[in-house]
């Protein structure tokens, strides 16, 4: 991590979901390289995973910040559930990462059609990537107006996967949660809490590849990109220095970090997905391309 980010987040109480690999263990990690006072992830199943990231996260801040919580983030009552044990352990939630998903894979173990794949699936991808977001936000969101400050941030996909064929219902799920970002935003403004998306840019070798896409990965020599691109946007969002930020898309991938971080977080901000408002909207910095 870069050195000027070493104590971005002193202070700072997080909640992760999905913290247990992947994408979600990159955050949190580098939440606690940041200087995170607490960081409690989350998981639905595979217990061990979130209590080895804990472990992980407490060898890095030399003490006991890291909290492993079983949740299902489908269930509103498990999500509260995760926010008290939060509130009861540290006094305030400061940041929420909405990273918990559930990937293509659900459908079927290769590439299908819509109508091909498993509707039980479809339904998990659903209630996982769409509602689960909104249970976590749902249970968080009045300590965070309560506080006056707050940041909520939803891990979502690179623009042109989010409509690939034989890619329903995973990559559509991603480009809801990136609408859902800009309404949240909208609702969110002037409370003190912000709501942007952050994606990293491109495949990553998370358990979300397909069987069949990563041996065909594996024939053809493509390369992944690693799970930490992600980091220096999501300890950036989730800081002080981001708090006039909201309704914005920041992507790993274009992140310099020989730029200053500023100027590093303008350059990997994208155009957000959808066309702009008809009219007036109050999200001016939405549809503004990023300054590379």
Not at 32 to 61: D, F, K, L, Y
Not at 94 to 104: E, M, S, Y
Not at 279 to 286: A, C, N, P, Q, V
Request: charged fraction near 20%; hydrophobic fraction near 40%.
């Amino acid at each position: 991590m870069e050195q000027n980010m070493k104590k971005a987040l002193d202070g700072k109480i997080a909640i992760i979901t999905g913290g247990g690999r992947g994408l979600g263990r990159a955050i949190a990690l580098g939440y606690a390289e940041a200087g995170a006072s607490g960081i409690v992830i989350t998981a639905a199943r595979n217990p061990h995973q979130i209590e080895t990231v804990s472990e992980e996260i407490n060898s890095i801040a030399g003490r006991k910040i890291g909290i492993p919580v079983t949740a299902d983030v489908t269930n509103l009552d498990a999500c509260r559930d995760v926010a008290e044990t939060t509130l009861n352990s540290f006094g305030n939630i400061d940041v929420l990462v909405n990273n918990a998903g559930l990937g293509q894979g659900m459908m079927a173990d290769h590439r299908v059609k819509f109508y091909e794949g498993n509707p039980k699936g479809w339904k998990a991808i659903i209630d996982t990537n769409i509602n689960g977001p909104f249970f976590m936000a749902r249970a968080v969101i009045q300590q965070m107006l309560k506080q006056r400050s707050g940041r909520i941030l939803n891990v979502t996909k690179s623009r042109s996967s989010m409509y690939r064929p034989n890619e329903s219902p995973y990559g559509p799920s991603k480009a809801a949660l990136e609408a859902m970002t800009l309404c949240w935003g909208q609702d969110l403004l002037d409370s003190g809490v912000t709501v942007n998306s952050i994606a990293p840019g491109g495949a990553v070798e998370t358990e979300f590849v397909l069987p069949a896409v990563r041996a065909t990965a594996k024939q053809t020599g493509k390369s992944y990109l690693p799970a930490d691109v992600i980091v220096p946007p999501a300890v950036w969002l989730a800081s002080d220095k981001a708090g006039e930020i909201t309704g914005c898309r920041f992507i790993g991938s274009k992140w310099d970090c020989n730029l200053p971080t500023d100027e590093a977080a303008e350059a990997s901000r994208e155009q957000a997905i959808f066309l702009p408002p008809e009219r007036d909207g109050i999200l001016k910095k939405t549809w503004e391309p990023g300054k590379s």
